[in-house]
C-alpha cells in the first residue's frame, strides 16, 4: 500500500512540477490524436449523413462494412499501414513510418468509422419533418441537410468525442507505426507500457493521470454543451 501512495505522490509531483518528459508525452498524444479525430470528421461527418439520409443500392452492405470496421483490431490496422509505408511498401517513398503522421493515418481508419456510424444513428434519430419544412421553406438541399445537423449537432459532437476517445487511449497502431520514440512519437499510452515494464510506475502513473483528466474534461465539456 505504501508503494502506491508513495508512487501516486511522485506522480502528483512530476505533473505538478511540470516535467519535461510528461508534457512532451502528453502535447504528442494530444497533438496526434487531435488531428487525426479533426480530419476523421472531416471524412466521417458527411459520411455518417450520406449513409443516415440517401437511400441507395448497396446501403445495407455499406452499414455492415461500417459496423464491422467498430470493432476493427488495432495490430491489424497497424499491421496493414506498416506494410504500405515501410520501406518495400508502394507508399515507403514518402518516409512516413516511424513518424507522427503515420500514427495519425492509423487513428483516422481508426476513428473515422466510429464519427461516421454514430453521425448515422442521430441523423436516423432526427425528426423526419425537418428536411422536408425545411425545403417548404424555400432552402436547398444543402441548407436543409445542414439545418439537420444544426438539429442534431450534440449526437454529432459525441461522435467525435467518441472517436477522440478511441484513438487517445490506442497503444497498438501508435506502437506500431509510431516506434514510442522519445520526444517524437512516444504517445502516454505507449509510454505508459513502456516506462512501467522498466519500473518507472510514477512515472507511468503521472501520464495514466493526465490522460483520465484529458477524458473527463472531454466528458464534461459535452455534458455543459448539452445542458445549454
Known amino acids: 500500500m505504501d508503494y502506491l501512495y508513495q ?110 456510424n454514430y453521425t448515422v444513428s442521430a441523423v436516423a434519430g432526427a425528426d423526419p419533418r425537418i428536411l422536408p419544412t425545411a425545403r417548404t421553406l424555400g432552402a436547398g438541399r444543402l441548407r436543409g441537410t445542414w439545418q439537420l445537423l444544426l438539429e442534431v449537432r450534440f449526437g454529432v459532437m459525441a461522435a467525435i468525442v467518441a472517436g477522440f476517445g478511441r484513438v487517445i487511449a490506442e497503444v497498438g497502431v501508435a506502437m506500431m507505426l509510431g516506434g514510442n520514440i522519445r520526444g517524437y512519437t512516444r504517445t502516454m499510452t505507449t509510454a505508459i507500457a513502456l516506462e512501467t515494464s522498466k519500473g518507472e510506475f510514477a512515472f507511468g502513473m503521472a501520464l495514466g493521470i493526465v490522460l483520465l483528466s484529458v477524458a473527463l474534461i472531454i466528458n464534461l465539456f459535452l455534458h455543459q454543451m448539452q445542458q445549454r
Open 7 to 116: 508512487s501516486f505522490q511522485h506522480a502528483l509531483r512530476l505533473i505538478f512540477t511540470f516535467d519535461a518528459e510528461v508534457f512532451r508525452t502528453v502535447w504528442t498524444s494530444l497533438y496526434t490524436s487531435l488531428t487525426a479525430i479533426v480530419l476523421a470528421a472531416v471524412s466521417g461527418v458527411p459520411l455518417g449523413v450520406a449513409v443516415g439520409l440517401l437511400r441507395f443500392p448497396g446501403r445495407r452492405a455499406v452499414m455492415t462494412l461500417l459496423n464491422t470496421l467498430l470493432a476493427l483490431p488495432t495490430v491489424v490496422v497497424g499491421l496493414l499501414l506498416f506494410g504500405l509505408f515501410s520501406r518495400l511498401g508502394p507508399l515507403g517513398v514518402l518516409g512516413l513510418l516511424f513518424t507522427p503522421w503515420a500514427m495519425i493515418a492509423g487513428q483516422i481508419v481508426l476513428s473515422t468509422p466510429i464519427v461516421a
